[in-house]
């Protein structure tokens, strides 16, 4: 036992040490690290693209080199060992095969044979300089590899770390920092259960088969096209407008979507997306790529703990309301329940199976929405400083998207950042974006709130409870049954059996809906307070 607890620790030792050994001084003296796990290495081995990588390919085509992720993070640590900061560095890059990945010149993904000694990617600074920092973003070359770079601040005690976006994403980043720090403090770092090579094996090999419902959804949707044409512009030519939510409005946010509807963030802020667009372009509906983290539980590959670029973008029509209107919202997060499977997959319809009719709606929409989720780290000594760095991306690449928008969590507060093409739309058009999307984000967070609307999960009713909506419309349908109670049986007893059987049967504490449109609903409440009289 205590020699697999050693070895779980990166050491070595055998029984014969143990029994020789009279002190634990001595024993320590004998211990040895044990070699850092390196993945088969091949020069032959070849990454099968994802639809994120066609797309980038497909776009971006000028200075590739010049498209990566940073984040600058704060050591909140007394003293800093510089040199265990080395050590898990060089562990974390050894034992994760994507610190290998190159792109050779015919545009392919292949991994070199071996990692270059760390100190060429891991350099000590005595004081923070801004211009080290934007030439280390400068720097990758794609056919060569080393797409990373580390940077350690000594006085500020400031940790620099920046990515060429082929090997990592925003998920992975806050992996990296984890595993970093993880390694720092215990000399142990996390395995992926699963390699990056293997997810983009799994996604190749997927056969797609769209229901009826994504077919019409995708088909029957009215297009918005932009009353200027526009061509593809240089992120140098971009403007950016940036907003944040206080915190106390934050948590009202938070608070609605995690106690309420346990669906996630995303539906709010589409939704009220949906009402702040309409109101500024005049269009009954728009439709948004929506760029996700790609992690689709729905793909049984576990890359929990897995380093790559897993992001999916995938289209969301959002119709234009002039005002919240509960069963239009249900109906909203209905749609979005449905496209889920489709998050990580949807591109393969247009990139890997050509023989796969694509769907009308497979082009790239004039906007894009990206939620990147909270960025904190498991470790109470890290803070993070910057988290969209404006070094990140050339100023000559392409930006493929007349307006971005997208979203994080940072310090309790929701941070929002509007990039748009100034020659589409003007900077006041953007200001007001800006404003009513925080405001109808708090009407519809506060509805939520006061209306106590607990929904545990929203579902599309049976063809047989459908029929009867659609009477109920018409007159009344109801069934009532009259029974007498015995004196000595106690009414509170059938009281909390009432409740009780509520609880049990997901039926009992459904209501039914018929939207504008005709789709039908049926919403389950997590409670369902029935007055006994």
């Not at 992975?172 to 215990?186: C, E, G, M, P, Q």
Request: glycine fraction near 2%; include cysteine.
């Amino acid at each position: 036992l205590m020699i697999n607890e050693i070895r779980k620790h990166g050491f070595r030792i055998s029984i014969q040490d143990i029994y020789n050994m009279s002190t634990i001084k001595d024993l320590l003296m004998c211990m040895t690290r044990l070699p850092t796990m390196i993945a088969k290495k091949s020069e032959s081995m070849t990454l099968a693209y994802l639809p994120i990588h066609y797309r980038f390919f497909e776009l971006i085509k000028t200075e590739r080199h010049h498209w990566n992720q940073s984040v600058l993070i704060k050591l909140n640590i007394e003293h800093v060992n510089s040199k265990k900061l080395e050590d898990a560095i060089l562990c974390l890059i050894n034992s994760h095969p994507i610190f290998r990945l190159k792109c050779n010149n015919e545009l392919k993904l292949v991994y070199k044979k071996s990692t270059p000694p760390l100190p060429h990617q891991f350099k000590l600074y005595e004081a923070y300089d801004e211009n080290i920092a934007r030439n280390s973003a400068q720097n990758f070359n794609l056919e060569e590899g080393n797409l990373y770079s580390f940077l350690f601040f000594k006085k500020e005690k400031l940790f620099f770390l920046n990515f060429h976006h082929l090997l990592c994403d925003g998920l992975s980043i806050r992996l990296i920092v984890d595993k970093i720090f993880d390694y720092y403090h215990t000399s142990n770092i996390q395995p992926e259960v699963n390699t990056y090579q293997t997810w983009c094996d799994t996604i190749n090999a997927i056969e797609i088969q769209l229901t009826s419902w994504y077919k019409n959804y995708l088909s029957q949707r009215p297009a918005f096209n932009l009353n200027k044409k526009y061509n593809t512009s240089s992120e140098k030519s971009m403007s950016i407008i940036n907003s944040v939510l206080n915190q106390e409005d934050s948590q009202t946010l938070f608070t609605a979507t995690s106690d309420y509807l346990k669906l996630g963030i995303n539906s709010v802020l589409l939704y009220s997306l949906s009402i702040a667009l309409g109101q500024m372009i005049h269009h009954n509906g728009v439709w948004v790529n929506m760029e996700s983290h790609g992690r689709c539980n729905t793909i049984p590959v576990d890359v929990s703990s897995t380093l790559g670029w897993f992001t999916s973008i995938y289209p969301v029509f959002l119709e234009y309301t002039n005002k919240f209107q509960l069963e239009r919202f249900l109906q909203f997060v209905m749609e979005m329940e449905n496209i889920k499977p489709y998050h990580a997959t949807f591109g393969i319809l247009k990139y890997q199976k050509k023989n796969i009719p694509a769907p009308q709606r497979i082009k790239n929409h004039p906007i894009k929405f990206n939620y990147l989720g909270q960025f904190s780290s498991s470790h109470k000594d890290l803070e993070f400083i910057n988290l969209v760095h404006k070094y990140d991306i050339s100023p000559n690449c392409e930006a493929p998207y007349p307006l971005e928008i997208e979203l994080y969590i940072y310090d309790n507060k929701l941070h929002m950042s509007f990039k748009f093409n100034p020659d589409i739309f003007s900077t006041e058009s953007i200001k007001s974006l800006s404003k009513s999307y925080k405001e109808y984000q708090l009407i519809i967070s506060r509805y939520l709130i006061c209306a106590n609307l607990k929904i545990n999960h929203v579902s599309i009713p049976t063809p047989t409870a459908r029929v009867m909506i659609d009477q109920k419309i018409k007159g009344a349908y109801i069934e009532q049954f009259l029974f007498k109670i015995k004196p000595n049986i106690s009414f509170n007893k059938i009281e909390r059996s009432w409740c009780k059987l509520t609880h049990q049967h997901e039926i009992l504490r459904s209501g039914f809906y018929k939207t504008p449109n005709g789709s039908y609903l049926q919403v389950i409440f997590k409670y369902m307070n029935t007055p006994c009289l």
